[in-house]
């Protein structure tokens, strides 16, 4: 899904804005050569590289600085729980995929049924791929929404 300039306000608003713009305007520069030395010096049973200095590891420090994300504030906390997703997703953008439908194959005799807890990425882009040049504040702010969790459901949970 492309960056509209449209969602800048409400991106930075959420705090995303320094990580939205790192991963989403530009992929990031790797130092292959640094990569290949650091994997092979990992050492499994401790879960790190190790270094002629000492062990190494990431502290939430360096990601926050490597990635513009906050350290500091509230956590996000919420239930983890799949029931009443698509009430929720109703409730943020306005509506939600629809039920999916008991699957039968053929030649087979028992009913599977399929339990989807989340929208797919085709009917995102399907449905916000592009927000109109001409949209009101409230359209802007769903696309801007359903961008973040975009981004942050393909880039960090992917």
């Known amino acids: 899904m492309p960056y509209d300039e449209q969602y800048t306000p409400y991106i930075k608003q959420a705090g995303l804005l320094p990580w939205i ?6 992929t990031p520069n790797l130092n292959a050569p640094l990569v290949s030395a650091l ?5 499994p049973e401790m879960h790190s590289p190790h ?4 062990e190494m590891t990431v502290t939430l420090e360096d990601v926050s600085l490597i990635t513009g994300l906050a350290i500091d504030g509230m956590p996000l906390c919420m239930s983890t729980d799949s029931d009443g997703w698509r009430e929720q997703m109703i409730a943020l ?3 939600a ?9 053929e030649g087979e005799e028992k009913k599977r049924e399929r339990k989807v807890a989340g929208a797919a ?3 995102i882009q399907t449905h916000f791929a592009t927000c109109p040049p001409d949209a009101t504040d409230d359209v802007i702010q769903t696309h801007a ?3 973040m969790w975009y981004v942050v459901s393909r880039t960090l949970f992917c």
Do not use: C, H, K, N
């Open 93 to 95: 953008i306005g509506m």
């Open 145 to 147: 929404r359903v961008y």
């Open 121 to 123: 990425f085709t009917w």
């Open 21 to 26: 713009q790192l991963v989403s305007r530009s």
């Open 51 to 54: 270094l002629r200095t000492g």
């Open 39 to 43: 994997a092979d010096r990992w050492r």
């Open 97 to 105: 995929p629809t039920e999916a439908e008991a699957d039968v194959e």
